[in-house]
């Protein structure tokens, strides 16, 4: 990734206490959205998709040298507290997934992000 | 998703593709079957299924298709009747109505048109992608934002034994149409073939949470029998929660005249989970009346919360929907055909309206609801064909197609002439509508949610880019938003075409069930890389072009295949 940004995809739940986690002033969050349509028909019993609640993405930017342990502080308690869950990270810029993240994820993880 | 039938909201109209559902052989028969179905010859419908089924295994698996038809022609009906439906509707008409403006300042400014249009109000997704827009964009890019808004706070759910529930307004939609399409079953087939169809459709926890959570929840809360057997007895159980179904989707949505410009406390899952719980304070003196007594009641409730009956709230939501409607006509920009459509969508729905005036228990009783008023339900049909064909189909127009040189096909096509008869709950004016479905609506899609959308063909989609690219606009979309999701739909690909076995499109070798990966026609746009792969299977140089252009079909891959496909090509997750 050539910029420090990422977008990050997830359940709500994840994704709204991410946001809220989040206060450092060296990080700028854009407000979580959501990734399904308004605009998508309705379909029959036929191929019921599989009920996963509402999936949301929150786009990041890091500006500062602490930025990234701060992000990180604030998710991996979450990521502890969801251990079922996985987090998908995204480059905001091409929306190629770039990593996934789960409850066994380590700084490490975070910080291959930007050295990919 | 592997689309067969449809609803789209934003065309009002039902999708259908037999791609798959032919392939299984016996194309003649459901051809006949589902046709008399899409037309609203019940009766023809359920004769011919009977008299030329092949088996049992057809005639169940028509009888399903064909409740299909029912389940998308309810939702016609609810999308006119509900406050909560025409809101949803409107989401697109507003976007139509000041599309003539929005293009024509876009263009005179050389400002972007950016897909999801919500991203140009957010600074951080606006800086990064450098977003350049107008003002007027993002006023109605506002009104987008807000229905999202609206649409997450109505997503509400609820855990019971560890499985979500999902309780929002179109939860509760679909909840109706699945009790309409059983009992229509009942109605037409027995009890005894309703059982049978509830237990074909694969993937049956998904299906309960999607469409029968209502059982859960009136178990929950001791309105519904408790016994285990209740989900496979449907028919006989429902009745009590009818009325709190119908009366959550009355809500009020004109501003200022609603609860709150937030719409708090007056959204369908919050006024379903209101009037549950004030039902279950009554819970034995309701169980105790009959259906007109427990709609009375829940009315009762309806007026001490939210100061209006049910007919009330239809009534000023008719009466602020006709001021609307008005002050659209007088508008010098908007498209003819949108005011055009818009006016009848509105006579509709007061036509439907006065049936429920009359008596409310024709619509709410699912049992008479099947019997005399799904007969005259009619959306306009959409045929669909991904593959594109050459043909021109008697008595149909063309909605979606491409012609460049004598490269000529289709993919899209609505009745010339529908609705017949003035007795029928349909939208008639084909020449409005298709001009909607051609291009209002993948506009309004694009600006919604950009290409990440469930696609009946997906073309519709790229031709409404092409068409904005073709008169110069920028266009610019937020590469999150670029692509629909890719899902493995092969358990429904067997189901669909009830095969066991396939072929390989890529290697030619033999799939069996529940084998393979279909990829869907995206894939192979996502990137040039990907499109080569396709060009080169269909011939390359212009041949391969023009059948790579025309082919929106699926391909079935089996493991190894997908597994290369995912190594050496562009795999988006």
């Known amino acids: ?116 | 998703m592997i689309p067969t039938f449809s609803f789209d909201l934003s065309s009002m109209a039902l999708w259908f593709d037999s791609t798959f559902i032919t392939q299984g052989g016996h194309a003649e028969y459901l051809s006949d079957v589902l046709n008399s179905g899409i037309n609203g010859k019940i009766d023809e419908a359920v004769k011919i299924a009977v008299k030329d089924a092949p088996d049992d295994r057809e005639l169940n698996r028509v009888i399903e298709l064909l409740s299909c038809i029912w389940h998308e022609q309810k939702h016609f009906f609810d999308f006119c009747f509900t406050t909560y439906g025409a809101f949803r509707f409107r989401q697109f008409l507003e976007i139509y109505i000041n599309l003539t403006p929005l293009l024509k300042i876009s263009r005179d400014d050389q400002a972007e048109l950016v897909f999801p249009m919500d991203a140009t109000l957010d600074p951080v997704r606006k800086s990064l992608l450098n977003i350049k827009t107008s003002e007027s964009f993002e006023k109605i890019a506002y009104a987008v934002k807000k229905r999202k808004k609206f649409s997450k706070e109505d997503r509400d759910t609820i855990e019971i034994d560890g499985l979500k529930y999902e309780l929002g307004g179109e939860a509760q939609l679909e909840a109706l149409a699945y009790i309409t399409q059983l009992t229509a079953i009942q109605s037409y087939f027995g009890s005894k073939t309703s059982l049978t169809i509830q237990g074909l459709t694969p993937d049956r926890i998904s299906s309960n949470q999607k469409y029968n959570w209502f059982i859960k929840i009136g178990q929950h809360y001791g309105i519904l029998s408790p016994k285990k057997l209740a989900e496979r007895q449907l028919l006989l159980n429902v009745a009590p929660l009818l009325p709190i179904l119908y009366a959550s989707l009355f809500n009020k949505y004109w501003g200022n005249d609603g609860n709150t410009e937030d719409y708090e406390n007056d959204i369908p899952s919050f006024r379903f989970i209101y009037l549950i719980e004030e039902i279950f304070k009554v819970r034995e003196e309701y169980l105790n009346k009959d259906l007109h007594g427990q709609w009375m009641l829940v009315n009762t409730i309806c007026k001490a919360k939210w100061g209006r009956t049910v007919l009330e709230e239809i009534d000023r939501d008719i009466e602020k929907e006709e001021q609307y409607l008005q002050n659209v006509q007088g508008l010098p920009d908007v498209l003819p055909h949108v005011k055009q459509a818009f006016e009848e969508y509105h006579n509709l729905r007061k036509k439907i309206v006065s049936i429920f005036r009359k008596n409310p228990l024709q619509i709410i009783t699912p049992e008479i609801f099947v019997r005399n008023i799904l007969p005259s339900v009619h959306p306009m049909p959409i045929a669909a064909y991904p593959h594109g064909t050459e043909l021109n189909l008697e008595g149909w127009s063309r909605v979606l197609g491409f012609a460049e040189g004598e490269n000529k096909w289709n993919w899209a096509f609505i009745p010339t002439q529908w609705g017949g008869s003035t007795n029928t709950l349909s939208l008639k004016n084909t020449s409005d509508w298709g001009s909607i479905i051609s291009f209002c609506s993948p506009v309004a899609k694009l600006l919604i949610n950009g290409r990440k959308h469930k696609t009946m063909l997906g073309p519709e989609l790229l031709v409404a880019q092409k068409m904005l690219e073709a008169q110069g606009y920028i266009l610019k979309f937020d590469p999150l938003f670029e692509f629909p999701e890719e899902k493995n739909g092969i358990a429904y690909y067997y189901y669909l075409t009830n095969k066991s076995v396939a072929i390989c499109d890529t290697c030619k070798g033999k799939i069996e069930s529940p084998e393979g990966h279909l990829l869907s026609p995206w894939f192979f746009r996502y990137s040039m890389r990907n499109a080569r792969l396709a060009l080169t299977a269909y011939g390359g140089e212009d041949i391969g072009r023009f059948k790579f252009y025309k082919d929106w079909s699926y391909w079935l891959v089996c493991k190894n295949c997908v597994n290369e496909i995912k190594k050496y090509f562009d795999w988006q997750e």
């Open chain 1, 1 to 116: 990734m050539n910029q420090l940004a990422i977008s990050i995809e997830g359940s709500q739940n994840i994704i709204d206490e991410l946001n809220k986690s989040i206060v450092s002033n060296e990080i700028e969050k854009s407000e979580p959205v959501q990734k399904d349509s308004l605009a998508d028909p309705l379909d029959a019993p036929l191929g019921a998709d599989e009920i996963k609640g509402i999936i949301e993405i929150i786009t990041l930017i890091f500006k500062g040298g602490t930025a990234l342990m701060g992000f990180w502080a604030a998710l991996k308690p979450i990521l502890i507290a969801h251990p079922k869950e996985v987090i998908v990270v995204r480059d905001p810029k091409s929306g190629k997934r770039v990593a996934s993240l789960n409850k066994d994820s380590t700084e490490k993880d975070i910080q291959n992000l930007f050295t990919k």
